[in-house]
């Protein structure tokens, strides 16, 4: 692929998927959706990542120099906020203890490697792969109930959206970083992370507007 029409598709992408991690917080504050701390979360995390995406759309130079620094504390957070997600969808202590452990671990990676490149690659690589597989359970669990609640389905869309985004995040960092394969850097990682926002983000807006309901009863829409 020409390097110009790569960077103008990426580009394209971005625009999308920028506007739409905003989507589900737009959704659950529209559907008054404040009792389910779940999808409170869901909310943030998405617009966290819409955030810190957005000065990409503007090229704003104040910005660049600090986007290393900001995604590294923000990758230090990405994780244990997914855990945090699990534990009001199934108020299981687990998870909570799951995000406990998450952070020794980081400060052990730190005080080992310090705070940068190196140990943020570790960090990211380890929590994007717990993330994923967290999802894949919870989908799994969550399709395997007889009789599924409105919230059963919400979630389900919820962990497909995000087992797209983290399974090609891990992909990332297993290709780009890992088994040096050149013909995927740059503006192609840009991409590949830009698409994997945006379908995550489709899947878990879809399932917010469709299925959320303040209401935890699913015959509401038989």
Known sequence: ????????????????????????LVIYWCKRLAENKAYMIISIFWMINGLLY?????????????????????????APIICLMFYYAFGK??????????IVFEAAIIGWKGFNIDSNNIIIGIGSLLCLVLNIWGIRKSLKKV???????????????????YGLIVDIIL???YLKLTFIQ?????????????????????????????????????
């Open 54 to 78: 957005l000065p990409d759309i503007f090229h704003l130079n104040w910005y660049e120099p600090v986007t290393l620094r900001i995604l590294m504390l923000y990758n230090l957070v990405d």
């Open 147 to 165: 009789k599924q609640t409105a919230d059963d389905i919400v979630l389900v869309f919820v962990f497909a959206g995000f087992i797209f985004y």
């Open 93 to 102: 202590k687990i998870f909570l203890q799951l995000i406990l452990a998450f």
């Open 186 to 222: 740059g503006d192609s990682i840009m991409l590949i992370n830009y698409v994997a926002i945006l379908v995550a983000t489709v899947l878990i807006s879809f399932g917010l507007f469709k299925y959320a309901n303040p209401s935890k009863d699913y015959s509401s829409y038989q």
């Open 1 to 24: 692929m020409k390097p110009g029409f790569l960077s103008a598709i990426t580009q394209l992408i971005l625009l999308l998927a920028v506007p739409l991690s905003f989507l589900p």
């Open 175 to 177: 290709i780009s970083r």
